[in-house]
T-cell receptor
Framework: DTEVTQTPKHLVMGMTNKKSLKCEQH?????MYWYKQKAKKPPELMFV???????INESVPSRFSPECPNSSLLNLHLHALQPEDSALYLC?????????????FGSGTRLTVV | GENVEQHPSTLSVQEGDSAVIKCTYS??????FPWYKQELGKGPQLIID?????GEKKDQRIAVTLNKTAKHFSLHITETQPEDSAVYFC????????????FGAGTRLFVKA
């Protein structure tokens, strides 16, 4: 299995809602990432988990809360989002050293905040 | 801070022609350079990569070259096909530098049939 699976594919949520994005991989990768991508821009790093521990938090607002329940799963909990948070949210995984290996990305969750 | 510049931002070629995308990186400690292809509605897909101990790498119709002295690397696509139309991102990272990968701004490639 060489895929990263993200659910849901599309999500529309109000500013007072709480929702979660889910990501799953079965490649044995021990580094997992959340990226945010705006239209016509490159992905922006949000969080990195290495061996299920949070390794990097790129000063992301607390309304985004990551969670890594086990080596295959990565969640992103969303609460009180703003319209400017609307974007494509990408999950990725890689070998645990991170910088020396390519990433396998999921297809993303297209999030719209209304 | 570290950055990766990518040119051109848009490239339009006729089917069968070659396409070249160029990137320049600023961090001299970077030693791993992947290229990603992103089709509409999908996540980026790794298509080829090169490490700093290699000057060139080829995989069928795509090739990547690296000039460490000039801190330049390029993607070459030969015999382009309409399915090559996508956004291409170059990136740079350090194999021992943690988890940060610096992406270029992207090149939108159009291949006209």
């Amino acid at each position: 299995d060489t895929e990263v699976t993200q659910t849901p594919k599309h999500l529309v949520m109000g500013m007072t809602n709480k929702k979660s994005l889910k990501c799953e991989q079965h490649m044995g990768h021990r580094a997992m990432y959340w990226y945010k991508q705006k239209a016509k821009k490159p992905p922006e790093l949000m969080f990195v988990y290495s061996y299920e521990k949070l390794s990097i938090n790129e000063s992301v607002p607390s309304r985004f809360s990551p969670e890594c329940p086990n080596s295959s799963l990565l969640n992103l909990h969303l609460h009180a989002l703003q319209p400017e948070d609307s974007a494509l949210y990408l999950c990725a995984s890689s070998q645990p050293t991170g910088g020396g290996y390519g990433y396998t990305f999921g297809s993303g969750t297209r999030l719209t905040v209304v | 801070g570290e950055n990766v510049e990518q040119h051109p931002s848009t490239l339009s070629v006729q089917e069968g022609d070659s396409a070249v995308i160029k990137c320049t990186y600023s961090d001299s400690a970077s030693n791993y350079f992947p290229w990603y292809k992103q089709e509409l509605g999908k996540g980026p897909q790794l298509i080829i990569d090169i490490r700093s101990n290699v000057g060139e790498k080829k995989d069928q119709r795509i090739a990547v070259t690296l000039n460490k002295t000039a801190k330049h690397f390029s993607l070459h696509i030969t015999e382009t096909q309409p399915e090559d139309s996508a956004v291409y991102f170059c990136a740079a990272s350090r194999s021992t530098g943690g988890f940060k990968t610096i992406f270029g701004a992207g090149t939108r490639l159009f291949v006209k049939a």
